[in-house]
C-alpha cells in the first residue's frame, strides 16, 4: 500500500481510460475533463514510475509493454471498485445480475422467471443478453450462463445441460418427412451465427450435408424458428430453442428419438470462488429445478 501511496488515484484513471480509450480525447470525454489534464495526468505517473507507458503517436496513444501490464491490472482493478461502488448504492433488498445468450435469455429464461420471483419475493433480478464471455469477478454482473466446451480460466463453470440438436419444423411440413433421407424433399433453414452444423446431426443417420436443399437464412436462431412455423422449411433447432414450442403444438419433431450432442453444454458461471451470496445460490437451485421440471437436464 505503501507505492500506492505515490500515485494519486486521478493519475491511474487516466492511465487506465487512455489505455482503453487509445487517444486523449476519447479518454479526456470519458473523464469529463479537458485533454490537456488528461496528459499531465498521465506524464505524472510515467514521472513518478520513471519509465514511458505509452508512444505518442499520430494515430493516438499506443501502451508501451509496461503499459499494456499497468493497464491490464488497473482495469482489473477499476472493475472492482466501480462494482463496490455499485453494491453501496444499492438498496437493502438483494439484487441479482444475470447475464445469458439473447437466444436463451428471449427463448427460455425470460418465460420462467416469474416463478424465480414468486419463490424469491426478496431478490431483484436484472437480466443482460450478452454472449461474451465474462469474469463475474470483475464484471457488473453475479452468474452468467453461457455455451461452450468448458475450461475458461478464472471462473468456477457448472454444467447444467447438453446441448443437443434436432430437426424442426411446422406440423404440415413434417407430413412429409418419414424418414431422415427426405430432408432432401424439402428447404432448411440456416442460422448464419450457428456454431454447429447439420453434419453433427446427419452423421449418426449415416447421411451428409450435401442431401440438404437451400432455403432461406437468417442472423439470429429465434428468426429461423419463427420462419419454420410458418412453413418455410425444417431447422436444425435445440431444446432450450424449440422445446416450449413443440409442447404448445406450434412445432414438429419429425424425428422424435432423434436428438444428438452438438459437442457443446449450458453452463452455470460464477466467479473463481463457485456462487457466494445467498441471491447466486438461490438462483442456481431454481435454475436446476426448472430444468428438471421442463424434462431437461445435465
Known amino acids: 500500500m505503501d507505492t500506492l501511496n505515490r500515485i494519486p488515484l486521478s493519475g491511474l484513471r487516466a492511465v487506465e481510460t487512455v489505455a482503453r480509450c487509445g487517444s486523449l480525447s476519447r479518454a479526456a470525454a470519458e473523464l469529463g475533463v479537458t485533454p490537456g489534464a488528461v496528459s499531465q495526468q498521465v ?10 507507458l505509452f508512444d505518442r503517436r499520430q494515430t493516438g496513444m499506443v501502451p508501451t509493454d509496461l503499459g499494456v501490464e499497468v493497464s491490464a491490472h488497473l482495469s482489473a482493478g477499476f472493475a472492482r471498485i466501480a462494482k463496490a461502488v455499485g453494491r453501496g448504492f444499492e438498496r437493502a433488498d438483494a439484487r441479482l445480475t444475470i447475464s445469458a445468450p439473447p437466444i436463451f435469455a428471449a427463448r427460455w429464461l425470460v418465460y ?4 424465480f ?77 450457428t456454431m454447429f452444423d447439420w453434419a453433427d446431426w446427419l452423421g449418426p443417420e449415416g447421411l451428409t450435408s450435401e442431401i440438404l436443399r437451400d432455403g432461406p437464412a437468417f442472423s439470429d436462431a429465434g428468426m429461423c424458428l419463427d420462419a419454420v412455423m410458418t412453413g418455410a422449411g425444417v431447422f436444425l433447432a435445440w431444446e432450450t430453442l424449440a422445446q416450449d414450442q413443440l409442447d404448445r403444438g406450434n412445432l414438429a419433431e419429425p424425428f422424435p428419438g432423434c436428438r444428438r450432442p452438438s459437442g457443446f453444454a449450458y453452463w452455470l458461471i460464477t466467479g473463481a470462488e463457485g456462487p457466494r451470496t445467498a441471491p447466486q445460490r438461490a438462483f442456481r437451485r431454481w435454475i436446476k429445478g426448472e430444468l428438471a421440471a421442463s424434462g431437461l437436464g445435465a
Open 43 to 52: 506524464m505524472r505517473v510515467e514521472r513518478i514510475f520513471g519509465a514511458k
Open 112 to 115: 420462467r422467471l416469474a416463478r
Open 117 to 193: 420471483s414468486e419463490q424469491y419475493p426478496d431478490i431483484k433480478v436484472r437480466l443482460s443478453a450478452d454472449s461474451e464471455h465474462l469474469n463475474p469477478d470483475i464484471a457488473d454482473i453475479d452468474l452468467c450462463i453461457r455455451v461452450g466446451r468448458g475450461g475458461w480460466p478464472g471462473v468456477t463453470a457448472e454444467r447444467l445441460l447438453s446441448h443437443r440438436v434436432f430437426p424442426v419444423c411446422s406440423r404440415a411440413t413434417a407430413e412429409r418427412l418419414s424418414v431422415p433421407a427426405d430432408l432432401a424433399k424439402v428447404p432448411v433453414v440456416r442460422d448464419d451465427g
